[in-house]
């Protein structure tokens, strides 16, 4: 017999709103969905249900069913002279009740009483004439966390309580002790932290102000950190460095490309590079601008010269960090017509050794453009140049071999064709600042 999960009693993450939204799209029964949160059916419910939002047509002009359509009695609302007196407005099929009616009453459909309460799945939206309701991983995280934020702003002491408190505190503060003074001889007589006690004072709960405390008024408020503008994770769902192992280890003969951007200075073009695990072979593209869209161009150019077949044996696998730049999946790993071409995933945040090889290959790049420099004034055939140079230094870590020499044997030559990649004599390579001066 089948027991129920018993659930971890840990808050939901927007990760699992996420897988939430998702599942309800694809209707999956609410017990699969705890199974695979590790929570019990009824929360999985009450977290729906508590968190659905409504999407509402203009009231002028949708056409929704009134809750007391198959009671009402009510005849002859607009008086139009081709009304059969006899027949009830609700069998009308103008449907006007609820511009006409005083007493009209938006309906609910049916089908919200009972699982799964919200319409993310249904067949009939489109006609429907109810409100919609639907589950939204981003609103109910939203609405989550503020409902979490405002539980706990306020007092949580009662009146009275409140009252002894400020007996005791607010005469001995007068006489100008310190709060510090105050926890020391009476601790056993309040019933709240000393942070706590600070905030009460700071809010005006207590007779005392600030200015009655020697130190607090001496203090500049703290400067308050800004908080990230997106927090959204959904991007790494199914995709972190612990799912990239997990597919290493079912896949070990996948290839592994390591992605990364290298700036010159904050605003202006950016270097987009791209190291082969197997051969240290560096590729080597210069951006205008360190964005998505940019990023996607360039798997766009690779992608005309492979095609998607080609270039998914080559790019089988993207590791790469989390900056902006790629926190738009879908449009690497797919082609406009919808094609899939590549799989990525993505390091822990801060942890730029889980891609090593292609940090450590940026030395080589600071070697010809110091840190610093801005890469405006050059172009593509420059950081070619910069490319064919550093593929052309042989590695210990490849038995004295050049990347330029395994990519030869394991890469496509369309591709080294293309971009204008070609090997440098071994006395020739040169890693300096003048190779860009010639």
């Known amino acids: 017999m089948s027991k129920n999960i018993k659930g971890n009693q840990k808050h939901m993450t927007f990760e699992d709103r996420y897988i939430i939204e998702k599942s309800l799209d694809r209707q999956v029964k609410f017990k699969e969905i705890a199974a695979l949160l590790k929570k019990d059916p009824t929360t999985i419910s009450k977290e729906i249900q508590k968190h659905r939002t409504t999407k509402s047509k203009d009231p002028a002009l949708r056409k929704n069913k009134c809750a007391m359509l198959d009671t009402c009695t009510k005849t002859r609302l607009c008086q139009s002279k081709y009304c059969l007196g006899n027949n009830p407005c609700a069998k009308c099929k103008q449907n006007s009740c609820f511009r006409l009616c005083d007493e009209y009453v938006s309906g609910t459909c049916p089908k919200l009483e009972k699982a799964p309460y919200v319409c993310n799945a249904c067949n009939s939206y489109r006609v429907c004439r109810y409100d919609k309701k639907y589950y939204r991983a981003k609103y109910a995280d939203d ?38 003074h105050i926890y020391t001889t009476h601790s056993d007589e309040i019933n709240c932290s000393r942070r706590t006690l600070y905030n009460y004072i700071d809010s005006g709960a207590l007779t005392v102000r600030n200015i009655d405390l020697p130190r607090k008024v001496k203090y500049k408020p703290r400067r308050k ?94 590791l790469t960090d989390n900056g902006s730049e790629f926190k ?108 860009l001066k010639r």
Request: hydrophobic share 35%; net charge negative; with cysteine.
């Open 143 to 180: 609405i989550y966390h503020e409902v979490l934020s405002t539980s706990r702003e306020g007092i949580n002491q009662e009146p009275e309580r409140l009252h002894e408190i400020d007996s005791l505190v607010a005469p001995l503060l007068l006489r100008g002790q310190s709060i510090a």
């Open 225 to 318: 950190h800004k908080e990230s503008v997106n927090n959204n994770q959904a991007y790494r769902i199914g995709r972190t460095y612990e799912d990239f192992q997990k597919y290493m280890a079912e896949h070990p003969e996948s290839n592994v490309v390591e992605m990364d951007t290298v700036e010159g200075t904050r605003e202006g073009k950016v270097l987009l590079t791209m190291l082969f695990r197997n051969s240290s072979f560096m590729l080597i593209f210069l951006m205008p601008a360190n964005t998505q869209e940019c990023v996607q161009n360039v798997f766009n150019r690779i992608d005309s010269i492979l095609g998607t077949n080609r270039m998914k044996e080559l790019f089988p696998i993207i």
């Open 328 to 435: 738009n999946p879908n449009s690497i790993e797919c082609t406009e017509d919808g094609d899939i071409r590549t799989r990525v995933f993505y390091c822990d945040p801060h942890k730029s050794w889980q891609k090593a090889r292609i940090e450590k290959n940026h030395e080589f790049i600071r070697y010809i453009v110091p840190k610093g420099k801005p890469f405006d004034s050059y172009e593509q055939k420059d950081i070619t140049l910069i490319s064919n140079h550093i593929n052309s230094i042989a590695r210990a870590s490849l038995n004295e071999r050049t990347p330029f020499e395994l990519a030869t044997l394991l890469l496509d030559d369309v591709l080294l064709k293309a971009l204008e990649l070609h090997a440098i004599p071994y006395d020739e390579v040169l890693l300096k600042p003048a190779l």
